[in-house]
T-cell receptor, first 113, second 114 residues
Framework: DQQVKQNSPSLSVQEGRISILNCDYT??????FLWYKKYPAEGPTFLIS?????DKNEDGRFTVFLNKSAKHLSLHIVPSQPGDSAVYFC????????????FGTGTRLQVFP | ETGVTQSPTHLIKTRGQQVTLRCSSQ?????VSWYQQALGQGPQFIFQ???????GRGNFPPRFSGLQFPNYSSELNVNALELDDSALYLC?????????????FGPGTRLTVL
């Protein structure tokens, strides 16, 4: 039972363009969402988060959008840079169970020159 | 400030054996979470320790157990290893319990069970 889904295993984007990574969830109790970035041989690094009371959160080149009615969130990276090439994980936690992060399967982003 | 460290980096065990993985949390952090990441999957929550007490557990059998020490470092113990236990084991620390606090991950321990 995959409660957090990242249906695109990979994404290839040209440098300078926008990268859009998508994530869908099924558990309506999820109220906090995070994006992590992972380079090979390193642990995941926190990127940006959003609470369910918001529909958008922005941090520099990274913006996360949340559509609660559609149970969908997306991460926008503008402009994309070669250093952004990594695996991106979407994660969620539920009200009352905030200790447990539920991760998606990840999307491998490749930014080419 | 020292980040999250894990040891060993790699480990090879045979089925039925026991293994202990170690994690040193980031300075000032009192919460440690453990995750299992199988190949091609996202990390799966095993359990969390907050101030030396288990503070939440995922769907893992009792042969997965843990400890947190007064200095907030932690161990993950797995008994009676099975082939499916082969995975990357990630430790993450944060300064208090709750997912709205950023979890800082270590580089992981790659466990191979033969």
């Amino acid at each position: 039972d995959q409660q957090v889904k990242q249906n695109s295993p990979s994404l290839s984007v040209q440098e300078g363009r926008i990268s859009i990574l998508n994530c869908d969830y099924t558990n309506s109790m999820f109220d906090y969402f995070l994006w992590y970035k992972k380079y090979p041989a390193e642990g995941p690094t926190f990127l940006i988060s959003i609470s369910s009371i918001k529909d958008k959160n922005e941090d520099g080149r990274f913006t996360v959008f949340l559509n609660k009615s559609a149970k969908h969130l997306s991460l926008h990276i503008v402009p994309s840079q070669p250093g952004d090439s990594a695996v991106y994980f979407c994660a969620a936690s539920a009200l009352g169970d905030t200790d447990k992060l539920i991760f998606g399967t990840g999307t491998r982003l490749q930014v080419f020159p | 400030e020292t980040g999250v460290t894990q040891s060993p980096t790699h480990l090879i065990k045979t089925r039925g054996q026991q293994v202990t993985l170690r994690c040193s949390s980031q300075s000032g952090h009192n919460t440690v979470s453990w995750y299992q990441q199988a190949l091609g999957q996202g990390p799966q929550f095993i359990f969390q320790y907050y101030r030396e007490e288990e503070n939440g557990r995922g769907n893992f059998p009792p042969r997965f157990s843990g400890l947190q020490f007064p200095n907030y470092s932690s161990e993950l113990n797995v008994n009676a290893l099975e082939l499916d236990d082969s995975a990357l084991y990630l430790c993450a620390s944060s300064w208090r319990a709750g997912a709205d606090n950023e979890q800082f991950f270590g580089p992981g321990t790659r466990l191979t069970v033969l």
